[in-house]
């Protein structure tokens, strides 16, 4: 049983086709066009800007905070390396915030602490779909006068008190990696929700210029006004991820279903102290984008995965923690020990979660977690399991 395996609806190869008898490839055609306004619709964000991935959506999210070198980013170090490297790439210094051990998101009441007359964003990430504390943190940006970006990368569709998650900073990066959700191979979208940058993104993924004024037949020619770079998604990408949007409620649908099943299948051994199960706080609707479980401790989290693996499920680590690492030690820094993340870090597994999987492929790992764990099944599991033989 893959960790994942990649999930085509199939419509993207009619859309593809569709694109190409249309005769726009670039990007910004209509199937871009479609894709926009779907997210648009879905997150209430002002603009979206289909781009190649979702680091790209970052490194733009960095590009219009507008940071000069030296300007600090606080920002977890439990998370994806270009949450970090985006902002470090303008020069500026991530500054690296622990976790709260629930949902392993930011934790809200450490950054204040963080904080130096240099700081001028604050970037959130909503681990594994679940919102972080969302009201808590615009307070304190409100307070100090800081950018809130959401790398969303996980979150599409979640929500956070009824508010859909990246609808939500003011700017927003999500990702189509064949990972996520919601697929192309490799895609973003950057989400701006403040009038007062729209026009400075359109610019910034037009590669710097303002082709859209002549789009627009606002002037004659297009010139070079600001920095930017080649952002945009081509429309062969946009189709492919058309079929994908379409159908994002089934896709929702299917993940939920194994999301729900694994997490009742291991209460107990939450119960009998063995794992810790998911944490979703009240007021956070998350969107099944993962299933992790923290072992009890890091040599026992190792020993589940090598015999999951013994199993034929592969089940896998998530981050190494950015503030220890090379590029995190030389790039940023940390205000001082962040033991929630080393923690986290150490005991965390995440288990096989793709659309495609049946009944019995999550019967096979819910019952192998068990036997990996010396426990019995709960009945129903086991039989959909033997069934399967
Ligand atoms: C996937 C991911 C990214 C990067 O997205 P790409 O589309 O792969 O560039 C950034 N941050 C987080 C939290 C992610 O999970």
Not at 63 to 77: I, M, N, R, T, Y
Not at 86 to 105: C, K
Not at 161 to 169: E, F, H, K, N, T
Request: charged share 25%; aromatic share 6%; glycine share 8%.
């Amino acid at each position: 049983m893959p960790f994942n395996r990649p999930w085509a609806v199939g419509t993207e190869l009619g859309h593809i086709g569709d694109a190409i008898a249309g005769g726009q490839l670039s990007g910004r055609g209509p199937y871009t066009d479609r894709c926009t306004g779907w997210l648009e619709r879905r997150t209430a964000a002002r603009r979206a800007l289909l781009t190649h991935s979702g680091t790209g959506a970052l490194e733009m999210a960095a590009l219009l905070a507008g940071l000069e070198p030296g300007d600090e980013v606080l920002l977890p170090s439990f998370t994806f390396v270009t949450t970090a490297s985006a902002f470090a790439m303008r020069g500026a210094v991530p500054v690296f915030v622990d976790i709260r051990s629930d949902t392993l998101n930011l934790d809200e009441r450490l950054l204040e602490d963080a904080m130096t007359p240099r700081t001028r964003a604050i970037v959130v990430v909503h681990y594994a779909g679940v919102a972080c504390d969302v009201d808590a943190i615009a307070a304190v940006a409100a307070r100090h006068g800081l950018l809130v970006i959401e790398d969303a990368a996980h979150a599409l569709t979640a929500t956070y008190r009824g508010r859909p998650l990246g609808g939500i900073g003011d700017l927003a990066a999500l990702s189509f990696h064949e990972t996520k959700n919601l697929i192309a191979g490799e895609a973003g979208a950057l989400l701006v929700n403040r009038d007062h940058l729209v026009d400075a993104a359109e610019i910034a993924l037009d590669k710097g210029t303002d082709r859209r004024r002549v789009e627009r037949g606002e002037v004659d020619r297009y010139r070079w006004v600001a920095l930017g770079s080649s952002y945009a998604a081509s429309e062969i990408t946009a189709a492919f991820l058309w079929g994908q949007l379409e159908a994002a409620d089934d896709i929702a649908r299917r993940r939920w279903r194994v999301w729900d099943r694994y997490h009742a299948a291991f209460a107990r051994l939450e119960e009998e102290g063995l794992l810790r199960r998911p944490i979703v706080p009240a007021g956070c609707r998350h969107n099944a984008h993962m299933y992790y479980l923290l072992a009890a401790d890091g040599a026992a989290r190792d020993e589940l995965i090598a015999r999951l693996e013994e199993r034929g499920v592969n089940a896998v680590f998530h981050y190494v923690p950015l503030h220890s690492s090379p590029a995190g030690l030389r790039h940023g820094r940390a205000p001082g020990e962040l033991p929630v993340t080393d923690d986290a870090s150490g005991r965390l597994l995440r288990l096989p979660l793709w659309p495609g999987m049946d009944d019995a492929d999550v019967a096979h790992v819910i019952r192998s977690v068990h036997e990996a764990l010396g426990r019995p099944a709960p009945a129903h599991e086991a039989a959909a399991a033997a069934a399967d033989n």
